[in-house]
Nanobody, 127 residues
Framework: QVQLVESGGGLVQAGGSLRLSCATSGRASGDDAMGWFRQAPGKERELVAS????????YYADSRKGRFTISRDNAKETVYLQMNSLKPEDTAVYYC????????????????????WGQGTQVTVSS
């Protein structure tokens, strides 16, 4: 019923920028939240940022706030992740996720709170 498709990943040099996009096809609604996560080889999946679909509320991991920015376009049912000043340690597979049926402006940060996931897009940052 819900399909998430990430795009925008690729290979960049340290200090460069990328913008990831996640297009939904399951009609995200007002009590949903969208999130970006990443997983590097040998490491656990971790939160990058998440955002309420309706309310002006975002949630960032402290280590990523300032370089990464999450945003959305409700009309296009698309969420974005702008990544600046990329570092080699940012190399990972980046996943888009959707959490449904949340209470008002609650924005979760744990992977277990999200119900649907995209296939992921590879981001590689060279030194």
């Amino acid at each position: 019923q819900v399909q998430l498709v990430e795009s925008g990943g690729g290979l960049v040099q340290a200090g460069g920028s990328l913008r990831l996009s996640c297009a939904t096809s399951g009609r995200a609604s007002g009590d949903d939240a969208m999130g970006w996560f990443r997983q590097a080889p040998g490491k656990e999946r971790e939160l990058v940022a998440s955002i309420s679909w309706t309310y002006d509320k975002t949630y960032y991991a402290d280590s990523r706030k300032g370089r990464f920015t999450i945003s959305r376009d409700n009309a296009k049912e698309t969420v974005y992740l702008q990544m600046n000043s990329l570092k080699p340690e940012d190399t990972a597979v980046y996943y888009c996720a959707l959490a449904r049926g949340l209470y008002r402006d609650y924005v979760p940060g744990a992977p277990s709170a999200f119900d649907y996931w995209g296939q992921g897009t590879q981001v590689t940052v060279s030194s």
